[in-house]
T-cell receptor
Framework: EDQVTQSPEALRLQEGESSSLNCSYT??????LFWYRQDPGKGPEFLFT?????EEKEKERLKATLTKKESFLHITAPKPEDSATYLC???WGSGGYQKVTFGTGTKLQVIP | DAGVTQSPTHLIKTRGQQVTLRCSPK?????VSWYQQALGQGPQFIFQ???????QRGNFPDRFSGHQFPNYSSELNVNALLLGDSALYLC????????????FGSGTQLSVL
């Protein structure tokens, strides 16, 4: 069964305490993996796209990496404004039949 | 440059009623996808429209239907509303050059009583 699993479901960090979020996937024909940030009551906001194993992308305190079966979102020295739900999504399939499947997200809370 | 806009922002309906949600994609985007997001869950794919036709569909009943207009804007219609249809409905637009990179609107919060 094609699916995307994120862990942990929730994470509480002290300001400055680095950690990683995980996204594992079992899909046929991976075309890309995407990370989004979602604030309460808002739509997801695009962060990164990763296309192949070994690829890395960085933006401020966030760094995303990709292996053949999972992706990690590393958060270095987080600040309270990094508090949000982080979603990963996988684009998969071939030709005209490509789908985007989302995980259930990791809710991150950064305590001052 | 306006991003993805959705209307209305909030809606309250009763069981059995019908609802129409609207979406205008980001400038330059020709593909519109609709997602349903229940509280605490990730977005669930409903369907995608391209060139005014439904190109793909998720596991949603026929009560969910849509339309795309020549200007690429889109509507989501839900008939015979159920309590379980209460959710945040998200519209996302994308372009053919980066089909997986989605730009989302802020959503319509639908409550069915």
């Amino acid at each position: 069964e094609d699916q995307v699993t994120q862990s942990p479901e929730a994470l509480r960090l002290q300001e400055g305490e680095s950690s990683s979020l995980n996204c594992s996937y079992t899909v046929s024909g991976l075309r890309g993996l995407f990370w989004y940030r979602q604030d309460p009551g808002k739509g997801p906001e695009f962060l990164f796209t990763l296309y192949s194993a070994g690829e890395e992308k960085e933006k401020e305190r966030l760094k995303a990496t990709l292996t053949k079966k999972e992706s990690f979102l590393h958060i270095t020295a987080p600040k309270p404004e990094d508090s949000a739900t982080y979603l990963c999504a996988v684009q998969w399939g071939s030709g005209g039949y490509q789908k985007v499947t989302f995980g259930t997200g990791t809710k991150l809370q950064v305590i001052p | 440059d306006a991003g993805v806009t959705q209307s209305p922002t909030h809606l309250i309906k009763t069981r059995g009623q019908q609802v129409t949600l609207r979406c205008s994609p980001k400038s330059g985007h020709d593909t519109v996808s609709w997602y349903q997001q229940a509280l605490g869950q990730g977005p669930q794919f409903i369907f995608q429209y391209y060139e005014e036709e439904e190109r793909q569909r998720g596991n949603f009943p026929d009560r969910f239907s849509g339309h795309q207009f020549p200007n690429y804007s889109s509507e989501l219609n839900v008939n015979a509303l159920l309590l379980g249809d209460s959710a945040l409905y998200l519209c996302a637009s994308s372009s053919g050059t980066a089909p997986g990179k989605l730009f989302f609107g802020s959503g319509t919060q639908l409550s069915v009583l």
